[in-house]
């Protein structure tokens, strides 16, 4: 509102100010937005992996294409290049220079997926095995007792724990 009007000397300071806070949100903000991408971008899933190898496969296979040009453009053998002849050389190096280096940042986040998913399946055999050993203790204690509704509902218990680690194996 300050920047539409004309100025007055005292407004001059103050608008200066305001502009310089606004500046710094920006900066904050941007800041923040990148950091939560960055954070987004490194635990994306399997999917979003599996899309961007899709995608990088394309974009190299393209590469492949326009680099079998190069026979025609620059021959095998020529030792000096042309003006024209280096800048389709320098664009294709480095077009490959990028599809490598996304192709090394998506192999740091599928090693990463990898190393979270094996975690987590070491829990749930953990879980699994700990299931397991609850429902071989109620099928003794059942074996053990006299009572045949004790026994009957011992047995159910071990029948669901079991059921329940063969679950989490399956989840593993």
């Keep these: 509102q300050l920047a539409g009007q004309p100025p007055r000397p005292e407004q001059e300071e103050l608008l200066g100010d305001s502009l ?6 920006q900066k904050n903000i941007e800041d923040t937005a ?6 987004l971008s490194q635990w994306g899933g399997a999917g979003e ?12 296979l393209r590469q492949l294409v326009e680099n079998e040009q190069l026979q025609k453009r620059v021959p ?28 090394g940042q998506l192999i740091g986040r599928a090693s990463n997926l990898a190393l979270e998913k094996d975690k987590q399946a070491t829990g749930l055999r ?28 011992l047995n159910a218990q071990a029948d669901a724990a079991q059921t329940a680690a063969t679950e ?4 593993a």
């Design 76 to 103: 095998e053998g020529k030792v000096q290049t042309n003006a024209d002849e280096q800048a389709f050389l320098d664009r294709a190096g480095a077009k490959a220079d990028q599809s490598a280096e996304q192709a």
């Design 20 to 25: 310089r806070r606004t500046l710094r949100h």
């Design 49 to 60: 992996i599996r899309g961007e190898a899709r995608v990088l496969r394309d974009t190299i």
């Design 126 to 153: 953990i879980q699994a095995a700990a299931k397991e050993a609850t429902a071989t203790n109620l099928r003794i204690q059942a074996a053990e007792s006299a009572n045949p509704i004790e026994k009957s509902a």
């Design 34 to 39: 990148t950091a939560l991408l960055d954070l």
């Design 168 to 171: 989490l194996q399956h989840a």
